[in-house]
């Protein structure tokens, strides 16, 4: 079973896409902030980070990603709610992009193509 850690501030969202998620397989560890989302990774080690592009203030996710990917290698997929996805993907050196307004089958499908390729890193 491969094990997520999805990373999001809205509450509703990370609870009903991490329900879908399990649903289909998937163990899922949830996390509404980024001090939550360090203790998660050090807890369970996740094979895959699903992480929101704009969590994290001003900064945003880039300072967590940074330290992931130095302390925990994982694969990180950026949850994007418009176009600027790839851009995010291509300038915080993940795995690929998923768009929050997919619908849960083609999130899925998504998912499933960027874990089965993780060495192709954008960068």
């Keep these: 079973m491969t094990d997520i850690l999805l ?3 809205d509450r509703e969202y990370t609870k ?14 949830v996390a509404n ?12 080690s ?7 592009k704009n969590i994290g203030g001003h900064r945003g996710v880039a300072p967590f990603l940074d330290y992931m990917q130095t302390e925990y290698p994982c ?8 176009e600027d996805g790839a851009q995010a993907v291509r300038e ?4 690929g992009f998923i768009s929050k307004h997919l619908p849960i089958g083609k999130f899925i499908e ?3 193509a960027i874990l089965k390729s993780p060495g192709q890193k954008y960068n």
């Design 7 to 9: 990373v999001d501030d």
């Design 16 to 29: 009903d896409t991490a329900d879908l998620l399990k649903h289909h397989g998937y163990r899922v560890h």
């Design 33 to 44: 902030d980024l001090g939550t989302a360090m203790c998660e990774m050090q807890t369970h």
């Design 46 to 52: 996740p094979h895959s980070v699903i992480a929101d």
């Design 75 to 82: 694969v990180i997929i950026i949850l994007s709610s418009n």
């Design 92 to 95: 915080l050196y993940c795995h």
């Design 110 to 112: 998504r998912m499933n």
